[in-house]
């Protein structure tokens, strides 16, 4: 097994007791993407229906359906409740750990792992494959040679490269089809004015916004450089690919969703006739003093007085978008492995005997609990294929040990 992230571990949890089980990772320490994730509240998957939650994954739905369905949202649910995590569905349908951290179940994970005797290997760096196929490491005692029964390559993408996922793989499967790696769920850049750039660090709450026939609901952050935040990242996607077509890009938010044009309008009017333009909009409507330079952004800073013509302002409220936040920044990673270098069961056609999980693979999901969910998952299924081939299918149920595995 080659990496300790959250793929990597579990499929070695689940291979560990059909199999003896090392895991190599190139940082000090184990799970270092999974603690990242805790600030946030370690997002562990969605309590939406299944159908909606498969459709999450765009082109990637079809193949990762029958990975999801082996292991659905509440089976993970039921494993993090099994570490002692208690768990709990937020507003939106996300779901948490009770403690919102990720450190406790990373522990109760890592002890389970060395019940099921899993030896963690940190510090040592996967260097790619020799001649005869040996993976070839490089650890604290200097470089080596391994030949293990099979291997599960989880490296990850190539986002927050700190925590150990630098893309650096992709040079070692030279033989291999892979997607270029590309920024997922990250910020956009937008050319602010110094007022907007002084509002750096405010968030803007309650937005829908639009691109390309896709609209988003939730919250950004206003950055220096532009937006990030939930409502960004779920429209990344489509803003990087018409931005790499050469295309224009243009976001656009409604600033209040909930509320239809005409009524927007009918509370302007009602505002008395000689406040400012600020005033009216903070008492009518009670636009920030952000939200107000926000439109005069979009729109210039002469804004429209006449209600409707305001009103229709404040629903669509175009940013030309410059750029995207780049890959050692974004949260997750698009491309990866093809689907046409893996067989069924996520085994590499050019190298038999190695199995791949996680964001190696050519997929992209939004924020929301849907990468981890898919990581997990993926995990799963390649330490299925490892025991398929392995041939300890008969020994599933009774957990008999055999030839060891990487």
């Not at 760096?125 to 001649?131: D, N, R, V």
């Not at 893996?342 to 693979?361: I, Q, T, Y």
Request: glycine residues 12%; proline residues 7%; aromatic residues 6%.
């Amino acid at each position: 097994m080659v990496g300790g992230g959250p793929a990597g571990l579990f499929a070695a949890e689940r291979m560990a007791p059909h199999t003896r089980v090392t895991v190599y990772e190139r940082m000090p320490s184990m799970g270092r993407r999974l603690l990242m994730a805790g600030r946030g509240g370690l997002n562990l998957t969605h309590s939406e229906d299944f159908e909606a939650f498969v459709g999450r994954y765009g082109e990637a739905a079809a193949w990762l359906r029958p990975h999801l369905e082996a292991l659905p949202p509440g089976a993970l649910v039921a494993w993090a409740e099994g570490l002692g995590q208690e768990t709990f569905v937020g507003s939106s349908g996300r779901v948490f750990p009770r403690s919102l951290k990720a450190s406790p179940l990373l522990r109760a994970w890592l002890a389970r792992l060395a019940e099921l005797g899993v030896a963690l290997r940190p510090r040592t760096e996967w260097l790619g494959f020799a001649e005869d196929g040996a993976l070839r490491l490089r650890g604290p005692e200097g470089e080596a040679l391994v030949r293990p029964a099979a291997t599960v390559l989880a490296l990850g993408g190539a986002s927050w490269p700190r925590l150990g996922a630098d893309g650096g793989w992709t040079a070692r499967l030279p033989q291999v089809a892979i997607s270029p790696l590309r920024p997922a769920n990250m910020g956009v850049d937008i050319a602010w004015s110094p007022v907007l750039q002084g509002f750096a660090g405010q968030p803007l709450k309650g937005l829908a916004a639009a691109f390309a026939g896709r609209t988003a609901r939730g919250e950004a952050m206003v950055t220096r450089y532009g937006l990030e935040g939930g409502i960004v990242y779920a429209l990344s996607g489509p803003i990087r690919e018409a931005l790499a077509a050469g295309g224009e890009a243009v976001l656009v938010l409604d600033l209040r969703p909930d509320i239809p044009a005409p009524r927007l309008a009918e509370r302007l009017a009602r505002a008395p006739a000689g406040a400012s333009l600020s005033t009216r909009l903070r008492k009518a409507l009670h636009l920030s003093p952000l939200e107000t330079n926000l439109l005069r952004e979009a729109h210039g800073k002469a804004l429209p007085a006449e209600p409707s013509a305001l009103a229709a302002a404040i629903k669509a409220a175009p940013l030309r978008i410059a750029g995207v936040q780049p890959l050692a920044r974004a949260i997750s990673s698009a491309g990866g492995i093809e689907l046409a270098a893996l067989d069924e069961h996520l085994m590499l056609r050019a190298r038999p005997g190695v199995f791949v999980a996680g964001e190696m693979l050519d997929w992209e999901a939004p924020t929301g609990g849907y990468l981890l969910q898919a990581c997990f998952a993926t995990g799963q299924a390649a330490a299925t294929g490892v025991l398929r081939r392995l041939g300890l299918d008969a020994t599933l149920a009774s957990g008999g040990p055999s030839s060891w595995t990487s």
